[in-house]
């Protein structure tokens, strides 16, 4: 043996741990979720690495997960033979917290007000491995990757520091053994080292999993590794679903709506999506992952498969498994196959017309949609040209006509007045401050209905979608918006006032020559002396802004 040596943990890894510790989480059962979830990747790892590598000197004959509980030693393993780690494996991916969004959280976390608060952050971003520390006083790790020779050591109590050491021999695959805290019922320790519960709780948030979970010393799973997305839909109880979602996505809460069908034809596949309730931590990060998994034959193939769902549903968490497809198929190939665009394209309309059935007939739980996602849809409107109407139609804006209820762009068509042709909005900061611009005035004054956009995407993307049902949108801030075409009467005053303030203008335009690129009259504004107007093909300040944040 090479002798043990102590690591400290990296800075980040120190707090979150120590919040996970010391956080009254109530839901403390998810921990085995975690370990039995990461014994399952390291399995499914281990297979395709097998397929792909017939040379790899590793077995395969009996893939499973063992839950070895002693009751005496209040210890709790959960054994897998897996891919395994190397040393170096071990220690950057158990030592440290390579997920993105960890900096923000913890930010969060200070400013969170109570535990509940933090409970709910922790429960989004999801600890993974470390929920261990929720209920145990030390957490061993031996492990040993397929195909090397010598195995590793790792134990911590979840302080600053673990150790690390080399074992000359160790089976395939990991165990994580915990040193269990006492029984608190108080603080939502149960006696993980009663069968009943390991059963409870592996009946509940890993039934699905594809490999089996036994209990040591006995031969029958736990588990019903039941593939879900396979069976008939009539067959499959709401409950199935939810709970398949939260395994799934590591979530605690239902999805907001679930879509499951089978598309039959020349390439068969079985796809099982959700549209969540809540944003992830990181949905607006540059690392955002996109959640729809691909499985061929219920082999699992890859996670985060960008081939089967565009950037900007990015949300969607699901399941798609392709009944002929070769398992060694590469990410780079996935794109550039045909009958996997179709796929997607399938998918992404089953999701925007699922939205839009929302919308219609259950806005409320349309208006959680948005409120989670629709800064994601937004990008859509950049990002999918082909799906351009379907995504104005989903689109819900601030406006001046309500303050309290955001509208649809139908909505606002079906408000328009008579001789109004066009769709009016106004971006900016946020609300008072559009409402309070001058360029507001005089259609105030005229009654006519005002978008309000504050979104800094907002300014994006109606650069680009400049009609929805034949009615441009039209910035009140950019160009000549002619509100006086049904007035053509006071053709006689302008040419008055024209003549009026030729000098003023002039004056004008020549003093601020570096800042304007003209001066002129207008009928937008009844109470304000004066207001800066873009062109209509310049950028908008905030876009400006915008550009200028991105590197452009
Ligand atoms: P996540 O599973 O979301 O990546 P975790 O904290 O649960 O985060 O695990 C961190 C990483 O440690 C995993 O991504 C995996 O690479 C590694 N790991 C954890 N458990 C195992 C295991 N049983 N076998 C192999 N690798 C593991
Ligand atoms: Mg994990």
């Known amino acids: 043996s090479g002798g043990s040596e102590t690591l400290e943990f990296q800075a980040e890894t120190r707090q979150l741990l120590h919040l996970v510790v010391h956080s009254l989480y109530s839901n403390k059962d998810i921990f085995l979720r975690e370990l039995v979830s990461n014994a399952s990747d390291a399995l499914d790892k281990l297979r395709l690495e097998s397929l792909k590598d017939p040379d790899l000197a590793a077995d395969t004959g009996d893939l499973h997960i063992e839950i070895e509980a002693d009751v005496a030693a209040r210890t709790l393993t959960v054994r897998d033979n897996g891919i395994g780690m190397t040393r170096d494996e071990v220690v950057d991916l158990i030592g440290t917290i390579a997920k993105s969004g960890t900096a923000s959280l913890l930010e969060k976390l200070k400013q969170a007000k109570d535990s509940a608060a933090s409970n709910t952050l922790i429960g989004q971003f999801g600890v993974g491995f470390y929920s261990a520390f929720m209920v145990a006083d030390k957490v061993t790790l031996v ?16 302080e600053s520091t673990y150790e690390i050491e080399r074992l000359e021999d160790a089976p395939q695959g990991t165990s994580v053994t915990l040193a269990l805290k006492p029984v608190d019922t108080e603080d939502h320790l149960y006696d993980y080292a009663a069968e009943f519960k390991i059963k409870e709780i592996v009946k509940r948030y890993s039934d699905f999993i594809r490999w089996p979970i036994r209990l040591a010393g006995q031969a029958d799973p736990v588990n019903s590794m039941k593939a879900l997305w396979a069976r008939p839909r009539n067959e499959i109880a709401q409950t199935e679903y939810h709970e398949f979602y939260k395994q799934l996505a590591h979530d605690w809460a239902d999805p907001l709506e679930t879509i499951h069908f089978r598309a039959e034809g020349t390439f068969e596949y079985d796809a099982l999506l959700f549209l969540p309730a809540q944003a992830p931590f990181d949905l607006y990060t540059r690392e955002a992952k996109r959640g729809v998994q691909l499985y061929v034959n219920r082999v699992f193939i890859m996670d985060e498969c960008d081939a089967l769902m565009p950037q900007y549903l990015r949300f969607v968490k699901g399941v798609v498994d392709a009944h002929d497809l070769s398992l060694n198929v590469s990410r780079e190939l996935l794109q550039h196959d045909r009958q996997i665009r179709g796929v997607r394209r399938r998918l992404v309309s089953r999701v925007l017309s699922t939205a839009k059935g929302l919308l219609e007939k259950e806005p409320e739980k349309y208006r959680g949609l948005w409120d989670a996602f629709g800064r ?18 989903l689109l819900l804006l601030e406006t001046t006509h309500d303050a309290a209820e955001p509208t649809t762009l139908r909505a606002y068509a079906e408000r328009m007045k008579p001789e109004q042709t066009e769709i009016y909005y ?63 009467d006071e053709g006689g005053d302008k040419q008055q006032a024209r003549e009026e303030f030729a000098p003023l ?48």
């Open 505 to 552: 203008l002039e004056f004008l335009a020549e003093a601020l020559a570096d800042k304007v690129k003209s001066a002129r009259l207008s009928t937008r504004l009844t109470d304000s002396p004066a207001c800066l107007v873009g062109d209509t093909n310049d950028l908008t300040p905030a876009l400006e802004k915008l550009y200028r944040a991105m590197g452009q």
């Open 376 to 393: 994601a849809l937004k990008e859509g409107l950049l990002e999918d040209a082909d799906n351009q109407a379907a995504l104005l139609d």
């Open 143 to 158: 492990t040993r990757r397929a195909g090397e020779e010598h195995g590793t050591r790792w134990e911590s109590t979840g």
């Open 426 to 488: 106004l971006t900016g900061a946020n609300r008072a401050a559009v409402e309070n611009s001058p360029h507001m005035e005089a259609f105030k004054a005229k009654g006519y209905e005002v978008l309000i956009l504050t979104d800094p995407i907002d300014e994006v993307w109606v650069d680009q979608a400049p009609a929805y049902d034949g009615k441009t949108l039209r910035s009140v801030a950019k160009g000549q918006v002619d509100l006086d075409a049904a007035e053509s």
